[in-house]
Every structure is written in structure tokens, then in C-alpha cells.
């Protein structure tokens, strides 16, 4: 799906410029860490619960259609100097995720190379698309995706300490969900500064994705997709209830929208781009 391009405005960009200066001088000062020496690798236990390793196989999959995710949403983005740079942290961030948790499978032996090389050739032939086509739906739809990500790690992380306990998983899921947390914020603020700049076009927005959000990326893109959401959702890392409670309402108290804004309007009226 190809989505529309962002229309520019100068006001918009110089916001997004600052917010990303913040964002980048934050991430340096406080949230850089290193995979080689951050991690107590010695500590991985080769006797946690398997069904643990099985979920994070399937976020270590998601995070390998890191090629897709930038490449596609670049071009929307292109016109804005804050987001495109925001982006290309982004990607090195991500790029970090899937490296630390296949690292992880492999150093505590829940996956072989075999395996890990199995997974690849899978994510290298499917193709994740923009699941929305209309820039500010993608900005939201980032928005919730980072947050439901960050309550998914966070959870696998409890899950972790509860089923045998990993020092070296738990310490890597805490570095990994302050990441997405820190992503959540910036994308929270771009939704910010739209709904400022277009409330009536931001809530329909934000009605089109956040009242039928799903975590596409496992059901689309990883074989035997029905069992591994049925895993995640047995653990109660994710499941409709914590996106309600954890995701939904977090994100319209801290946009102050009130639940009456997301009602969904019938007959809905028809999106108008952003201008
Ligand atoms: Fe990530
Ligand atoms: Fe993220």
C-alpha cells in the first residue's frame, strides 16, 4: 500500500526538528548500550521455560522486517528533515533488537544456527506493506505499535523471571523496552503537535487505527502465525484486554481525547489529507 506523502509546513517541521534534536541528544546521553558488553551472557539459563524462547523467536522475527519497515516509510516521510533523521536512529536502533535477541537464542542454546538461518529465509520471503495509506494513520499506527511493543517486551520480560529466570533476557528486554518506550514518545508527540495543528483530521485518524489495531506483523508475516499469537496471548504477554488497558486508554489520557472522541461516526467522512 502506498500512502500519501506528508504535505510540508514549516511551522509543523521546525517542531519536528526540535523534537527530534531532544530525542537524539536523550538517546545519546542516557539510552546507548552495547550488545557485546551490556549483556550478562554468562548468566543465559539453559533450563528457562522453552515457550519463552518460542516467543521471543517470534519478536526476533518481526523485528527482522526492519528492511521493510524503513524502506517503506521513508519515502512517505522524505519531505520532513525531523522525521527522516528520526527514522534513521530508528532503524539502527531496531537493527540492535533483532540482533541482541538472536543473539540471545543462540548463546542459551534454545536455537541452533539451523534454525536461526530457517527464520531469516522465512522474513526474507514475505513482505511487510504500510498497513495504512494515509501518512497521519501511519503516524498513529507507529505510535501504537511502539507502545504495544514496548508492553510486549516488558511482559516477556515478567513471563522470564517467573518461568526459570534469565539474567541475561531480562536485562537485554529492559534495554529493549526503554528503546520502545523512547519511540513511543517521539511518535506521541508528532500526534501532538497534529492534533494542534488538526484535531477534526488526527481523531479520525486515530478512530481508523487505534479502534481496530491488531499486532499485524505476527499474524501477517510469521509462519505457523495462529500458534505463535496463541502463545503470546497464553503467557498474557498481549491480548485484546492489556491493549485496552495498557495501550488504548495510556495513549488518549496522555493526548488528552476523551473515550466520546473515539467513538467511531457513521457515516464516516471522508479522510482528507493533512494540509
Ligand atoms: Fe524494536
Ligand atoms: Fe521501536
Redesign the pocket.
Given at each position: 500500500m502506498a500512502a500519501s506523502p506528508i504535505p510540508s509546513d514549516p511551522d509543523l517541521e521546525r517542531s519536528f526538528w526540535r523534537l527530534y534534536r531532544d530525542f537524539f541528544d536523550q538517546a545519546e546521553r542516557r539510552r546507548r548500550w552495547s550488545i557485546r558488553d551490556d549483556i550478562p551472557w554468562e548468566n543465559c539459563n539453559p533450563n528457562l521455560d522453552p515457550c519463552v524462547a518460542d516467543v521471543v523467536e517470534s519478536f526476533c522475527g518481526v523485528e527482522l522486517y526492519l528492511p521493510d519497515y524503513t524502506s517503506k516509510i521513508l519515502p512517505v516521510v522524505r519531505s520532513s528533515r525531523g522525521r527522516t533523521w528520526f527514522y534513521a536512529n530508528?532503524g539502527y536502533?531496531?537493527s540492535k533488537?533483532s540482533l541482541v535477541l538472536g543473539d540471545w537464542l543462540l548463546r542459551s542454546g534454545q536455537r541452533t544456527d539451523e534454525q536461526m538461518a530457517d527464520l531469516e529465509k522465512m522474513v526474507f520471503q514475505g513482505e511487510w506493506n504500510l498497513p495504512h495509506d494515509n501518512h497521519l494513520g501511519m503516524l498513529v499506527y507507529a505510535m501504537t505499535q511502539?507502545l504495544a511493543?514496548w508492553l510486549n517486551y516488558r511482559n516477556l520480560r515478567r513471563r522470564a523471571e517467573e518461568r526459570g529466570g534469565d539474567p541475561a533476557l531480562e536485562k537485554l528486554l529492559t534495554l529493549v523496552a526503554v528503546?520502545?518506550k523512547a519511540?513511543f514518545t517521539f511518535f506521541k508527540d508528532c500526534v501532538e503537535l497534529y492534533l494542534k495543528f488538526d484535531r477534526p483530521a488526527t481523531l479520525e485518524q486515530m478512530r481508523g487505527v487505534m479502534n481496530n489495531f491488531a499486532m499485524q506483523a505476527i499474524h501477517d508475516l510469521l509462519t505457523d502465525s495462529r500458534q505463535r499469537v496463541a502463545q503470546v496471548k497464553a503467557l498474557e504477554i498481549f491480548n485484546e484486554d492489556l491493549y485496552y488497558r495498557e495501550v488504548y486508554l495510556p495513549i488518549l489520557e496522555a493526548l488528552g481525547v476523551s473515550r466520546n472522541e473515539m467513538r467511531n461516526r457513521l457515516p464516516s467522512r471522508k479522510t482528507e489529507p493533512v494540509a
Open positions: 530508528w536502533e531496531e533488537h511502539e511493543t528503546d520502545e519511540h
